[in-house]
């Protein structure tokens, strides 16, 4: 690891998440109010309050070079979903065990859209290139794996899209397998390439603000993931307990996101590069291969389902 995100993880994160949860302030938590999960309201306001308190490196403005939603325009975001909803309609249709992913990607993406649309976001240009070059990433991994061309694809993913082949994980596994590929692994290198700094300043906070967003979406995408491909989806029983921990979860690896990113950003040399580029495959890949030892699962009574329900 670089010093800064090692120090980050190792020592200030834990000690300022441990330092929120004491001193948040009981209105922090107001946006979760009826909220069915308690643990949200007591977990989540505090956690925020920490991300906030993480301010960005100042890292200089970085203009895009590439060729995907070059216009920053609505339709970016509109063309991501419609082929989302294709390839989601081949998985499904096969019982794939890509669909769960694949479902939940397609549900996240509407989300994003929605948000742009109803000015969530302060630079709506800068999420819908963010999002479509995200998406492109995907795609591109994706359709190179079934292509049978394995060069190149990150670890992490490596592990990802060979244990949906292999056919051989719970329909959780296999979506948490896929969110840190393409979360731990695939961000970082999108937000350096988009940029982290625009005419206004640091993009942070647009980063920092879908954290709420992604709250209200895992309840009905695991139910939905539950009711349609895997019935054990949301079997963990520990109430709604299971929507706090996966925020808490999803903070962490977002916050780390952008500080691999900024690694990325400020190395000036290829062999700083090339470290940072290093630390990110090791990060998400010993998370993919933890994930993949305890979410082991026979597929028998999942693609039954699958093939009742899909």
Not at 127 to 134: E, G, K, M, Q, W
Not at 289 to 307: G, K, N, S, T
Request: proline share 6%.
């Amino acid at each position: 690891m670089t010093a800064l995100t090692r120090l980050l993880a190792a020592v200030v994160l834990p000690c300022l998440l441990a330092l929120g949860a004491l001193v948040a302030p009981p209105a922090s938590a107001a946006g979760y109010d009826d909220d069915p999960d308690p643990l949200r309201g007591l977990l989540l306001p505090p956690l925020d309050a920490v991300v906030a308190l993480l301010a960005p490196i100042p890292v200089p403005a970085t203009p895009y070079t590439g060729d995907v939603c070059l216009d920053g325009a609505d339709a970016c975001i509109d063309d991501v979903v419609a082929r989302m909803q294709t390839r989601l309609a081949g998985l499904a249709g096969s019982c794939s065990h890509s669909a769960v992913f694949s479902l939940a990607y397609l549900r996240v993406t509407e989300n994003v859209r929605d948000a742009v649309r109803s000015d969530y976001f302060d630079d709506r240009a800068w999420l819908n290139r963010v999002d479509a070059v995200f998406a492109e990433m995907y795609f591109d991994t994706t359709g190179r794996w079934e292509a049978g061309q394995r060069a190149g694809i990150p670890t992490a993913w490596r592990i990802a899209l060979q244990a949906e082949d292999d056919r051989a994980m719970s329909g959780l596994g296999n979506f948490l397998l896929a969110m840190n590929a393409h979360i731990n692994s695939d961000f970082p290198r999108v937000l350096a390439t988009v940029g982290l700094t625009g005419p206004d300043g640091s993009h942070k906070a647009d980063h920092n603000r879908y954290n709420n967003r992604l709250d209200g979406l895992y309840a009905p995408v695991f139910a939905e993931e539950a009711a349609r491909f895997d019935p054990t989806f949301d079997d963990i029983d520990a109430g709604t307990a299971e929507e706090a921990v996966a925020g808490v979860i999803m903070r962490g690896w977002r916050e780390m996101v952008w500080r691999h990113a900024e690694a990325l950003v400020l190395a000036r040399k290829p062999a700083a590069r090339r470290l940072v580029e290093k630390e990110i495959e090791l990060y998400s890949a010993l998370q993919a291969q933890l994930i993949r030892a305890v979410f082991q699962a026979r597929p028998a009574e999942r693609d039954a389902w699958c093939a009742d329900h899909g």
